[in-house]
């Protein structure tokens, strides 16, 4: 249990003394002291009043080292983002932080992703991992990039390097949006997602190729979500036809393969 260490890692983080949340909480700075400092367990109403007095889960405070996560999620939880609130566990991620303890964006290269997919929650393999920078992103967020491989998300060239922002919550996946998934089968993907999770615990996957038939991923089968915000290319994607110039393009198509029609008739003529 964390419920001590977590409730003194609050108070100190928010700046207030002891006796600001005793009276907060109507309680006895004793009584304060005691469960800060784990003489006393708290009883239910005591729990049910510290959750309610910063907005974080019973689950959490009781089952996770809120001083062990990263700044990210920890003020994802602060801003309403905590999971056990949700009715699902906590991810707890792991990540590395630079000389100014600002959170780097980890590089997940095409050779990296087979270790990716079984070392994803160690330390020490995200640690070895290439790190850099992208300044215009919220330093309150948590970034990784992973590098794309296949066609399927065409006319995203093979080989950009996309990043993502961490999801912690997966009933906030929107519809229509692009996410990186790390599952147990199928590897790193990064697709557009529909969100069925809520009545049907799955998300179907769709490729910007329409070569590539969608496909589902139940909810159980899933590591990692990160959100997609953009990506880096060496490659300029090739142009997309302006409608009539498709319409026009195709209507050749179709005058030729007629005058092939009329060329074959004539020869068995």
């Given at each position: 249990?964390?419920?001590?260490?977590?409730?003194?890692?609050?108070?100190?983080?928010r700046g207030r003394t002891q006796d600001d949340v005793a009276f907060a909480l109507k309680m006895k700075r004793s009584t304060l002291s005691g469960y800060e400092n784990e003489v006393s367990q708290p009883t239910l109403q005591a729990l049910i009043a510290f959750s309610k007095y910063y907005g974080?889960?019973?689950?959490?405070?009781?089952?996770?080292?809120?001083?062990?996560?990263?700044?990210?999620?920890?003020?994802?939880?602060?801003?309403?983002?905590?999971?056990?609130?949700?009715?699902s566990n906590i991810r707890v991620l792991a990540t590395t932080v630079?000389?100014?303890?600002?959170?780097?964006?980890?590089?997940?290269?095409?050779?990296?992703?087979?270790?990716?997919a079984t070392g994803f929650a160690d330390?020490?393999?995200?640690?070895?991992?290439?790190?850099?920078?992208?300044?215009?992103?919220?330093?309150?967020?948590?970034?990784?990039?992973?590098?794309?491989?296949?066609?399927?998300?065409?006319?995203?060239?093979?080989?950009?390097?996309?990043?993502?922002?961490?999801?912690?919550?997966?009933?906030?996946?929107?519809?229509?949006?692009?996410y990186i998934i790390l599952t147990l089968d199928e590897g790193i993907v990064f697709k557009i997602a529909e969100n069925l999770i809520e009545k049907e615990h799955k998300l179907s996957l769709y490729s910007l190729n329409p070569l590539y038939e969608p496909f589902d991923i139940q909810v159980n089968e899933i590591k990692e979500v990160w959100k997609f915000v953009n990506y880096i290319s060496a490659e300029i994607p090739d142009p997309?036809?302006?409608?009539?110039?498709?319409?026009?393009?195709?209507?050749?198509?179709?005058?030729?393969?007629?005058?092939?029609?009329?060329?074959l008739k004539d020869k068995e003529a």
């Open positions: 249990m964390f419920f001590s260490s977590n409730i003194k890692f609050l108070r100190k983080r974080i889960a019973i689950d959490t405070l009781v089952k996770v080292n809120l001083t062990t996560i990263s700044e990210s999620q920890l003020s994802q939880v602060e801003r309403g983002g905590d999971v056990y609130l949700k009715g630079n000389s100014d303890n600002a959170e780097n964006i980890e590089l997940v290269s095409e050779k990296a992703k087979a270790g990716y330390p020490e393999f995200i640690g070895e991992l290439p790190v850099f920078q992208l300044p215009f992103l919220s330093k309150q967020k948590k970034y990784r990039t992973f590098q794309l491989t296949g066609d399927s998300m065409l006319p995203i060239p093979p080989r950009s390097w996309v990043t993502g922002e961490f999801v912690q919550d997966w009933n906030t996946i929107i519809s229509g949006h692009g997309v036809l302006p409608q009539e110039d498709l319409f026009k393009t195709v209507n050749i198509l179709k005058k030729d393969i007629n005058n092939l029609k009329r060329q």
